[in-house]
């Protein structure tokens, strides 16, 4: 029982921020960083990808939408092609900090509006996916599982990394509550510990209305950007511990599976 | 007598561009691109690049001041943390593009208010450097001769990449006239064309003043950004080929200097 | 026949526009003003106010989504309070710089896919006469005749001017054709003038697949922000003059009303 | 002894702020409010101005340069022309909130690095002087007292109202200590409690150094922008009212002022 956990990081934009990336980083192993278009910015940025990459935790770009006024959680009718650039554009400047300190991007993870648009619309969900390819199709491509954005990842030959949430309710599609209704983002840390538990343990959450639906996933997001965040990434984090999950990053597991293939050869193809 | 001919570029923002960039390009050696900081965003980056690189043309970042609104033109009083994270920032941005169509970046070449304070305030002139340096070490520096950003670049042991100006006036003491002065900026495409030639020829620059300056450069600019900008650059073209001047990106003399170290090999070390 | 000639303007951001501005401005009787959130700035505000103020042209805002990388053309699924709060917003900074030179706003006309969701969403509709109505109830709203915004500026009981296209193609629904589809922008003058003259003296339009509908217009749009501009609207004004038609500011019209409900006296209520 | 106590407020930008806002508001009796350049936006604008209008607080616009990433806290060299149609841009803006909710503005109070440009710099401070009176020369003017402000806003026959501040550090000259200097913002409740009264009481303030100087001032500013904002606020306002300062806006004072002169009829000027 393996499980990555990730946070969306450098949301805040103000010189004197007030948030608990701090705090949050040592209890991650993935963080999905802010590139500048619905928050963060490059010294944010720079902060950010330093402190990720001191704590050894993979980074991965958190592009959005031009909305920073809406936080990147207002649809934009943006065609494919402006998608694409935007999300290339974003995922070079973030690269360059990772750079910078010597590390790799691991993954793309799309924010908001952007990130749920993908999961239903087709030529979207390809645009942000042909971006990560022209950039280096090593990324890993973080979605709703069973979404379009898994459908272009697995078309265009990118590795795609299903999503759970500890935090937010599910409706029976699979699909997230909208933020817009009440019920939708857990504050209360035990209930996120519970749905997180029950994801990672028996790969299935249950819906506000009692609803046990499957879910098979491969990181788990708790949300950074509330002043109860901490305490539920505290009590998500303890509690997947306490029940003898291995919080390992999902490039981890990529790596193990590649050496995995290295110590254990292919069968010859003919005799 | 070869000399690399450079432009500002992908300057414009609004969806309907009325620039010349698609007759600039087949005249000049070196791009500049704009990154979205003074001008620019990611669908004209796009086209911009992949135009530049159908030309076979070197590629560079144009980093700028975070100021749309005054074209980047404007002094503001931005720490060196902060400049070394916007240029780091800006470079990410233009070179995703650049990897999305198979090329890299060759230089960096800072824009307006920017590179004017990098010529002469040191700080600046390292921050840029260092981000530079942070990026990719290879990639060459553009910037007025004898300036502190040039002492900023062979200090971090970059490649620093002299540049010379066809279109604008010089004072005595090699710094360019300010733009808010009468005079600086030469909307005459002949007037253009002589000092190009007297530059690349005998390595000098006549001041407004009639004093006759020595200008060591291995680039020269002609600004692609005023409505005068076509018939400079092509008076300019034509007089440097008339002259015999090979046109040829510095990025070029670089790798023929390579290919030459590697066809004559080093003498052994040791007998 | 009296017709108001009206012309979207200060769309330019960069420093040096390359614009018509000064040549549009004497040939149209009322100026809808951009606000900075699709194009324009202070800068370009001040000076546009001030040039239509000094032709004596009636002054509008052109509030927009905030999408200056989009030009305002995109569709953003802002909430109704935060295109009433977007909106105020600009009317009031448009406002200031009527106030600085002596004048007053007359109308407010929503710009692209602003103005085309106003057409069809009440919600959106109802947002934009809210915040018109907040601002100052003696403003007119230009819009789609027919369409939700003039339902909504009735409804608050503000006065609506529905405004017809010189240069734009129409659907038999009354709608504008997108911008997206072939045909949809007029760049041939005679056809515009055409057009014109048709709206003004038949008071329809003929679609492009044959098909006359009724078009009962006060203001007749040319757009300015393409090259095509400035010759579509000579050819459009001088058919228009030619043909006998008044062209005098729709505020005109509202003043001589006024003035006549002045001169004649209302008869006594009671005897 | 009276004194107006004022706050910048609205100065968050994003949807979920963390501020306290609310619970400031009832502390002051006025509130300079963010116009969007370095924080805020119309939502933000529109809750403020309302949240103001309801506690009767007075409202002023708190202009600054464009510059929302480095929080309007980096001197920018903008031209006077630029500074004055910033300035009556962001003015208007959120007048137009004001006038949605019934009032009207009472002052303007520049924001960070353009508040201490316009101390020591006599074009910068004319025009924003000229940006004020452009567009109501009612309005008073906050800034430092003996400063290039104060001189600009008598020229152009505006109300100045001198400022002190109970959590910052003064220099000798009563400028104040940069913030990047230790020391310079108090976080101690009771220290700026203590030095609000001596500025209120005594008229006179005590620099790091040990030296009273003379401060003879109208307004008293908290800051609301860091974690402490609201303790110092309260420790403030508690030390005033337990020494019977008479707490009550500036525009207050004019009032008075006004009504006995009405009260007091001039005396005829002729017999």
Redesign the interface.
Known sequence: MQIDLNCDMGE?????P?TSDDEIMPLVTSANIAC?FH?G???V??RTVQLAAQHGISIGAHPSY??????G??????TP??VK??V??????????A??NGVALTHVKPHG?LYNVAAIRQTIAVAIAR?VA???PELGLVGLPNSEMEKAARELGLRFIPEGFADRAYNRDGSLRSRREPGSVFDDPRRAAEQALQIVHRRTVTTLEGETIPLDIQTLCVHG???AALGVLQAVHEALEKDGAAILPFSNAKKQAQNLSISFPRPPTSI
Chains 1, 2, 3, 4 share one sequence.
């Open positions: 805040s934009s103000n010189p004197n007030i500048g928050a910015n490059p010294m940025m720079a031009p909305d920073r006024v809406g936080f959680r207002r649809v934009l009718e943006a092609d402006e650039n935007d290339l554009y974003q995922i070079g400047a973030l690269a360059a900090f750079r910078a509006a971006a022209a950039f280096d950007d509330s002043p």
